[in-house]
């Protein structure tokens, strides 16, 4: 099974892995949290996991406990995957301004940024 048909409730992101990190030392690490039913690591790119728990609570205590320790060599970021979806938070990096600062178009033009007595 792909990790992109795992329950995203239960699916684990593992962030800054070194290249040779391992599937192994990542189930015994997250093994001591709940049961996990699959283990994915990125090789091409590599640095970046996928972990897969049996239990949505075990998930969320697998990001509490780890998220900032050290496995396989190196401090990891440990969150809750998003489903390979983007937050919208961001709105597309700007925020869907444009990039000079103003609202997309030539303030200017419209009377903006001049006094009009």
């Known amino acids: 099974m792909t990790h992109r048909n795992w329950d995203p409730d239960c699916k684990v992101y593992i962030g800054g892995l070194r290249d040779d990190a391992n599937r192994y030392d990542i189930e015994d690490t997250f093994r001591k949290i709940g049961k ?3 283990v994915w690591v990125a090789r091409k790119p590599p640095g970046f996991a996928f972990v897969e728990m049996e239990d949505p609570r075990d998930a969320q205590d697998a990001v509490r406990e780890l998220d900032g320790t050290r496995m396989c060599g190196a401090r990891v970021k440990v969150e809750l995957s998003n489903g390979g979806k983007g937050d919208g ?10 990039r000079r600062g103003g609202g997309g178009r030539d303030d200017r033009r419209f009377g903006g940024g001049r006094d009009d007595r």
């Not at 938070?89 to 444009?98: I, K, M, Q, V």
Request: net charge neutral; hydrophobic share 10%.
């Open 89 to 98: 938070r961001d709105g597309g990096r700007d925020g869907g301004r444009d």
């Open 36 to 38: 996990v039913k699959d």
